[in-house]
């Protein structure tokens, strides 16, 4: 059974860095499609980035580009996300999440089967 586990939240001020760690266990990581996830109370999950061994390119959102990376580490069976030039409006809690690699990204929640518990990120002076 694949669990996953983020950690690397917290309190950061605008314009600050925070990198986010995904651990995933019970699996191979380039089996599986990953992505990061965020969801403010009242709102549904975003879709922030993704990425696949079967894909060239990440993704990334629109509101994220230019300032998030999305990167893998296989041997580890880790995924990151560093996070620089954080804003207020990116506050969330940020999950991690996973689907069986089929060679392309998905961006929405309901295509991933594996979700990890969330880690809040908090950007505020």
């Known amino acids: 059974q694949v669990q996953l586990v983020e950690s690397g939240g917290g309190l950061v001020q605008p314009g600050g860095s925070l990198k986010l760690s995904c651990l995933l266990s019970?699996?191979?990581?380039?089996?599986?499609?990953t992505g990061w996830f965020r969801q403010v109370p009242g709102k549904e999950r975003e879709g922030v980035s993704g990425?696949?061994?079967?894909?060239?390119?990440?993704f990334y959102s629109a509101s994220v580009k230019g300032r998030f990376t999305i990167s893998r580490d296989k041997v580890k069976n880790m995924m990151y996300l560093q996070m620089t030039d954080l804003k207020p409006e990116d506050s969330a809690v940020y999950y991690c999440?996973?689907?069986?690699?089929?060679?392309?990204?998905?961006?929405?929640?309901?295509?991933?089967?594996?979700w990890g518990q969330g880690t809040q990120v908090s950007v505020s002076s």
């Open positions: 999440a996973a689907a069986p690699e089929r060679g392309m990204l998905y961006r929405y929640p309901s295509s991933y089967h594996y």
């Open positions: 990425i696949s061994r079967g894909v060239v390119a990440p």
């Open positions: 019970g699996g191979v990581l380039d089996d599986y499609v």
